[in-house]
């Protein structure tokens, strides 16, 4: 019997590596000895899981094999801690780790957010045939950078685990399923996973992967450092947020690979957490004002997040490499979700379907 949370045609099992027990979903009936060609994988961002995907792998030709992977502390895969020193490499080692098991020695990688980070890493360090960054996070890191990606401060002052909000962990490990709070994660994915109007019969289901995320020690939202610069903390060394801090996340070497995979780049202009003003940064909250005492912006400017992302892909066009970048008005952080029919057209493109 499938649970809840599955759609029909998609299964659901924990593979276990030599990394850890990795939960991922498949659809009935794909071919497990399908060409790297005819393979996707496909991987989440932070705070959810491989279900956001489902809709998308049942969208997707049935002569391709769809693999939906969850990062540890998420979805069925276990919850070890996260090494953030090492950048997202954790979670980048532990997909090649589960696919190695699969039988998959390459393939189309798609990466959504922090997931867009992760197959980045991935194809710094193992052979990738396409990428596709859905609403990725920056090639230098979430938080604490100018737009060449210079650090603003030695210790990423206001950057990973301090940054969450409390009440919103909280609310996760209670398993918060109502709409009541602006911390509730259902109330969050409403205002900053989507945009305005955005509607689903499977909201239920969303929520569910959200609430997958665990807030274990070393897992969300991680630890962190107190600084003397402001807004009083600093990067720590473990948990989903300090992976993404500049001092330990770089990805911007993709552009010196003698190999380079074409890239599609795939945002909404309505995203709230990816972004040039991003919600979600310290520093562009201070701006605003919501958080008192920001030094201004010599100091600490907002991130310039998809400028950044797009300086670093129009330098890997000019070393060589196919990127295509589409921008859909109106559309928040999960372009899947909101323009499914575009979105999978998109990537058939990318991936050379019907090739």
Known sequence: ????????????????????RTGLLERFGDDAA?????????????????????????DLPRDLRVIAIDLRGFGASERKPVDATRGVRDFSDDVHSALEMLGV??????????????????ALDYPTLSLTLQAPVSPYGFGGTRRDGSRLTDDDAG??????????????????????????????????YVAAGYESEHE??????MLTTSTEPGNYPGNSSASDN???????????????????FNVSAVVELDQKPPVLWVHGDADAIVSDASFFDINHLGALGVIPGWPGAEVAP???????TRDVLDAYSAAGGEVREIVFEGVGHSPHLERPTEFVAALLQRIGYPS
């Open 204 to 209: 239920d289901v969303w929520v569910a992967s």
């Open 159 to 192: 950057c990973g685990g301090g940054g969450a909000n409390p009440d919103f962990v909280e609310r996760l490990r209670m398993g918060d399923t109502t709409a009541d709070e602006q911390t509730s994660p259902r109330t969050v994915f409403r205002s900053t």
């Open 302 to 308: 907002a991130q310039e997040m998809v400028s950044q």
């Open 105 to 122: 020695s390459t393939a189309h990688l798609v990466g959504w957010s922090m997931g867009g980070g992760v197959v980045l890493q991935y």
């Open 230 to 248: 402001w807004p009083g903390f600093a990067a720590g060394t473990d948990g989903f947020l300090n992976t993404m801090v500049p001092k330990y």
């Open 1 to 20: 019997m499938l649970q809840p949370e599955l759609f029909d045609g998609i299964t659901q099992r924990v593979v276990d590596t030599p990394r850890l």
């Open 34 to 58: 399908a060409a790297p060609e005819k393979t996707v994988v496909l991987v989440h961002g932070n705070v959810s899981s491989s279900l956001f995907w489902q809709q998308l792998m049942l």
